[in-house]
Nanobody, 123 residues
Framework: QVQLVESGGGLVQAGGSLRLSCAAS????????MAWFRQAPGKEREFVGYISWSVGTTYYADSLKGRFTISRDTAKNTVYLQMNSLKPEDTAVYYC????????????????WGQGTQVTVSS
């Protein structure tokens, strides 16, 4: 079993920064991908980015490249989402997820999910 717990959300002004954390617990292999998704009210859950746990390579949604950065701390079993230059349209619940195998951009491919953490960006 794998459990994921997000933290670090909150209220920030436009242009500000936040770093979200996702701590993984339970039994995990070294060959998996962890991804961030977000969901705004009334919207579909959309892909933010993913990281290969074993290699550390990352991939991001085109619209977020340059502002969002994903990193990992293998000793802490934790993945981070650094969000800079935040905009009001970034307001959403942000979810951490995990899947075994190759990284994908579809939420339907991810088996494990955290509870989500709210990010609100004021104008």
């Amino acid at each position: 079993q794998v459990q994921l717990v997000e933290s670090g959300g909150g209220l920030v002004q436009a242009g500000g920064s936040l770093r979200l954390s996702c701590a993984a617990s339970g039994r995990t292999s070294s060959r998996y991908f962890m991804a961030w998704f977000r969901q705004a009210p009334g919207k579909e859950r959309e892909f933010v980015g993913y990281i290969s746990w074993s290699v550390g390579t990352t991939y991001y949604a085109d619209s977020l490249k340059g502002r969002f950065t994903i990193s990992r701390d293998t000793a802490k079993n934790t993945v981070y989402l650094q969000m800079n230059s935040l905009k009001p349209e970034d307001t959403a619940v942000y979810y951490c997820s995990l899947r075994y195998g190759w990284g994908t951009t579809s939420r339907l491919d991810y088996a494990y999910w955290g509870q989500g953490t709210q990010v609100t960006v004021s104008s």
